[in-house]
T-cell receptor
Framework: AQKITQTQPGMFVQEKEAVTLDCTYD???????LFWYKQPSSGEMIFLIY??????QNATEGRYSLNFQKARKSANLVISASQLGDSAMYFC?????????????FGSGTQLTVLP | KAGVTQTPRYLIKTRGQQVTLSCSPI?????VSWYQQTPGQGLQFLFE???????NKGNFPGRFSGRQFSNSRSEMNVSTLELGDSALYLC?????????????FGPGTRLTVL
């Protein structure tokens, strides 16, 4: 089974509007971390936001917020007031807490295009 | 603070050759992880090093190996290159590699195998 599922291969949003990128995850661990990264065409993975499984509040970082619904195992990224520079590939990733499996497991990504 | 650096940025090799990629983590970070990114397989974990020890390894053949030095810099080596090894190789560093640690990525090395 996929550990991280991103069901939107591509998304379009008008500049200055908000957009939600979906992410669902699968784990039996109680302790885990969820991350979102942005990858522009240049290739570098840019860290955006982190949510811990025990965090009660949804994480926010500037225009980015994470809509964390633990019971549904979803961790959607919300980008407010989209900018042209937000056009990129976005990856959801999980890091489980047990044993040696502490690497990041990535979803397949969502290609976001911001339209002027 | 300087970010993660990777050298070289681009490489072109032929089948059967070997290649060494280098990664310098953020100062103070002791955990270095390597990932391979391809259009078909997406992002896949290769291995993680912490304090010069390989702590975790992904599902890759033995042709893929790595090491970490006492200054936390890391290298990965791919021997007997195959066409399928063409990929973007990303290095990431974090403080300790704990669950809550954020991994910060370098710009990647784009390897083309002809």
């Amino acid at each position: 089974a996929q550990k991280i599922t991103q069901t939107q291969p591509g998304m379009f949003v008008q500049e200055k509007e908000a957009v939600t990128l979906d992410c669902t995850y699968d784990t039996s661990d109680q302790s885990y971390g969820l991350f979102w990264y942005k990858q522009p065409s240049s290739g570098e993975m840019i860290f955006l936001i982190y949510q811990g499984s025990y965090d009660e509040q949804n994480a926010t970082e500037g225009r980015y917020s994470l809509n964390f619904q633990k019971a549904r195992k979803s961790a959607n990224l919300v980008i407010s007031a989209s900018q042209l520079g937000d056009s990129a590939m976005y990856f959801c990733a999980m890091r489980e807490g047990t044993g040696s499996a502490r690497q990041l497991t990535f979803g397949s990504g969502t290609q976001l295009t911001v339209l002027p | 603070k300087a970010g993660v650096t990777q050298t070289p940025r681009y490489l072109i090799k032929t089948r059967g050759q070997q290649v060494t990629l280098s990664c310098s983590p953020i100062s103070g970070h002791r955990s270095v992880s390597w990932y391979q990114q391809t259009p078909g397989q997406g992002l896949q974990f290769l291995f993680e090093y912490f304090s010069e020890t390989q702590r975790n390894k992904g599902n890759f053949p033995g042709r893929f190996s790595g090491r970490q030095f006492s200054n936390s810099r890391s290298e990965m080596n791919v021997s007997t290159l195959e066409l399928g090894d063409s990929a973007l190789y990303l290095c990431a560093s974090s403080l300790r590699g704990a669950r809550t640690d954020t991994q910060y990525f370098g710009p990647g090395t784009r390897l083309t195998v002809l």
